[in-house]
């Protein structure tokens, strides 16, 4: 299994629930699908480099994980369509 590093950026208008919610489902799905969760670091709110959907500012997460290859294309698709979700970048560590 290979390390990975996930940063995405949520949308700062969600509920604290919300952003909690959608946390859980990557941790989840990283570990329902034989990987393991290293770490997950919530930076907080922060504003954005430049404007994305009208917003200024989001939630960034960075989640830490290692997982399979077929993993990681199966997280990329899901983050794609999760509601709540400006950004994310997985990377190789």
């Given at each position: ?83 709540g979700i400006i ?7």
């Open positions: 299994m290979t390390k990975y590093e996930m940063l995405y950026i949520l949308d700062a208008s969600l509920s604290d629930e919300a952003k909690e919610n959608i946390v859980k489902k990557f941790e989840d799905l990283v570990t329902k699908n034989g990987g393991t969760v290293e770490s997950t670091d919530r930076w907080g709110v922060r504003k954005l480099q430049y404007p994305i959907n009208y917003k200024s500012e989001g939630y960034y997460v960075l989640m830490t994980f290692e997982a399979e290859k077929t993993l990681v294309v199966e997280i990329k698709r899901i983050a794609g369509i999760t509601d950004r994310r970048l997985i990377t190789k560590r």
